[in-house]
């Protein structure tokens, strides 16, 4: 009995010394998480960085990237190419003009259309996806093209952002 009372007694020591002390909330590390550094979301949200820019515009009924878009798609390409844990969701939207059915297609096309331009640059299928809203999201007041041309884009968004 004395040798199980005593066995008891070391085993609760033992264990009192194992124990660990806990972390209180306030010295805790305030800094970035490692999927933000593996990440590096502070380039993506900086306005001076071109990765901050989401949308490149279309022509009426296209889905051709056009030329002054190249370098902003070649950015984000090299973003998620460095990065492989980024993901990216490629949305594409159209004006109201023409069927639903035309636009969610058109939509589609264009988001597409620039997923293969970043594919060629290095950016993996794994790390995009393709949807389209076509006019969902459209301005329905529109009267003239320059309202219009606001409708017909690609938006870009990261998937831990």
Do not use: W
């Amino acid at each position: 009995m004395k040798k199980s009372l005593l066995l008891a007694s070391l085993l609760s020591l033992f264990l009192v010394g194992c124990s660990s002390t806990p972390i209180n909330d306030a010295s805790k590390p305030t800094g970035p998480t490692a999927d933000e550094k593996d990440l590096d979301l502070a380039s993506l949200r900086d306005p001076n960085n071109i990765l901050s820019k989401r949308s490149i515009y279309f022509d009426y009924d296209k889905d051709v990237v056009k030329a002054e878009y190249k370098d902003l798609v070649a950015a984000h390409a090299k973003y998620v190419s460095t990065h492989p844990k980024a993901k990216m969701t490629l949305t594409g939207n159209t004006d109201d003009r023409g069927s639903r059915e035309y636009n969610v297609s058109l939509g589609q096309r264009r988001s597409v259309s620039v997923k293969k331009s970043m594919n060629v640059l290095g950016a993996q299928d794994t790390q995009i996806e393709t949807v389209s809203f076509g006019e969902e999201r459209a301005d329905t007041n529109c009267k003239d093209d320059a309202c219009y041309a606001k409708d017909r884009r690609v938006d870009i968004s990261y998937e831990k952002e």
